[in-house]
């Protein structure tokens, strides 16, 4: 009889165990099957909120249900949608479970200064992500052309059959080239590497011959002898590939600690890009030095970087979500995250001041030059046969800097001509906006 | 030890009882109902007390019949009705097994003729009704006399085990009976007392060589089962691939386990589950609709109940006779080894035999037929049955 009670117990065991997979482990509850999942569509959910306390995205209830609203149309690659037919993406569905049993999503964001950068950039295909350096705060991030997470319905043929693909964020998952975007990272390398003596310069013939390949100046000019700075102010392809080969293999793990070729922690998903393992030839270097060869980045890795050289090589974590508000665990706080302490200060002022001359007088001045004290680096990453992708990173104000931002226009020409303006416009609106 | 089996048989259960109890009556319209089958178990726990019998059993049975009456409230009063009415005729059936030594039946074979009796007459006037022809109505009564053949073949079985005698006779009795389950489409109880049997036989006396026969029949059975009917297919199928079948064959064992998920630790709460959208959520898998309700916890709770059932009926089966031994191991394990397929059913670890939750499921003559194993087995906790 003893004997027979164990088996029986075991096979109740055998059961608890299974039950306890199904009723606390199995991933169900979102399957397409499972008819509790469609009950989302029908109760109250949850807003989200920008960083003023703006709704960005709220419901109201129309007849049989609700209607999910967005405060405007590029939202719909940050905050996602959610439709009962189309389903969700973005924070909707990263917070699904929150946000359908009611609590509200506190976002970084900027609803202004998203606005503003969507209204810039419109026309033109290509993405803007702003950051708070200090914390990691994501004000904005913009990717065009988008739908609409608000009309779904009315427009769901034509965005399928848009050859623009309005449904890839540009921002965290377009891949391409840096061009001379990459400059400054090659300079903060040199300068926490030691590799540059104070008053240093370095000769610009125009042209660089290496063993495996000759490159040159974007027009051919030569600059003659002249110091780093004026080398990142006037963007100087032959300068940069000496440094870079100079560099060598440390060039690649200065772009790993400034997170490029790896998954940016924020709560979007996003793209890793590309850096290779090892460098090939001289000619392989100074092509990487430049931001050409077959280094591949993402804006937000960009914006990134850009918000690490303003912040003193503190690398802050991105993050988009600063509060989730309601329920029974009231209030859930993200804190800001040192990711790492990638350069030493001085090397940092040293990147830092060289992108305020470019800004002043170099390749990445605008309009705003003389009102707004900003710092910045353009780039056009050249594609060949297709027209080039133009490149702006840059932070404001240099002395204090509130506000990086980089800024990508898919085949937009020169970065001088087709981004910087945008950039400095978006950082001038971002300071206002601080006030 | 005894201090510990008194609590826990004694009190545990009553104390859970009380407080599902208040929790039914608070809001409920059918206050009377779960009043009188509180009134109901009272009494028969007095009585068994008066008679010297053990009572441990009973308040489990409450919290089993409660939970069920519960459920069944909460997806259709109707069926709570019927539920109560189940109970009132399993508190009567429970007084006969505790008053009437069965088993003292002078003509054994005629329990084994019964059983088939009682199977061949549902196979020719029953009727149908989800797949198989398992009802009998006489009148305006409507019942499925498997539950209760089940219990007279193992009376059969039971004491012509312990005679040592004429094996294939028990054998030739057994496949009858499967047959006959088989020919109605009603699988489940032929598994099941082909188990059962499986299980008493090797008990009383193992050897490898009987292990490995039984294990062949099984698998023969099984082959030969997947063979012949389409529905056993689709249960095999649906056990093995819910996914490829997600709106067809699949549909219940899918909709079981996302009403699992959706209960988590503690379950959605009373009322708060989306439980139609199970098939049969009142009686085969009754147990997926407490499963989200009430949580893993609720799981833990009631699989708890039936374990400590089982250790009372074995406890009480460990002093008796053999020939007892054998016929209150096979009533036990009819009533657990129900709860095993179709709880394993439910959680994917075997395929799903359609058959009622013991005690919780909707279904009046099944809900009977257990009480009478209850009592019987009580019965013999009085002195050595001398009843």
Redesign the interface.
Known sequence: ?????LV??L??G???V???Y???C?D??S?P????YY?AFQKERGAIFDGQGRPLAFSTAVEGGYARHYAAPSLSHVVGYFHERYGMTGLELLYHAELSSGRSVFTTLDLELQKAAEDLLSGSQGAVVVLRPDTGQVLALVSLPCVDGGALDENWPDYLGDVRSPFLNRATHGLYPPGSVVKPLVYAAAAAEGALEPGSTWFDGGVLELPGGTMGNFGGRAHGEISLDEALAKSSNVVFGKVAVVLGERLLEYFRLFGLGQMVPLELSNKEGYVPDAIASQYHAAQLGIGQAELLVTPLQMAQAAAALANGGVLMRPYLVQEIRGGLRMRQITRPQVLGRILPPEAAEQVKRAMALAAQEGTAKTDLSTELEYAGKTGTAQMGSVPDHAWFIGFAPVDAPQVAVAVLVEHGGMGAEAAAPLGAEIMRKALQLSE | MGLLYRTWFGLTGWIVGVVLWLFILQGQVLWWQPAALWALFMVLWLITRQLGADSGALPFTAVLVFCGWVFLARLDPALAQGHFYGAMLGAVLYLFGLLVPAIRFPFTRLWAWAALGLLAVTAIWGESAGGARAWLSVGSLRFQPVELAKIFLMFYLGRQLSREQAPWERLFFLTCFCLLAAWQRDLGPAVLVFAVFG?LSL?HSFSWYKLLGWAAAAAGGFCGAVGLFSHVQNRVLAWLKPWDY??SKGYQV??G??A??????VGQGLGQG?VR?IPHGHTDYIFAVL?EEF??LG??AL?LC??SL??WA??I??GLDQER?LVG?GLT?LL?GQV?LV??GI???LPFTGMTLPFVSFGSTSLAAQFWMLGTIAGWSRGGGEA
């Open positions: 009889m003893r004997r027979s009670f029986l117990a096979f109740y055998m059961m608890l299974s039950a306890f199904w009723q606390l199995a169900l509850a399957h099957a499972n008819p509790r009950l | 299980w008990w997600l709106d899918l909709q386990l996302f699992l998920r959706a209960g988590g630790l989306l959208v499963g949580g893993f799981v833990c699989l039936y374990l089982a250790f074995l406890r089966l460990d031994q191991l394990l657990h095993v709880v394993g959680l994917r670890l």
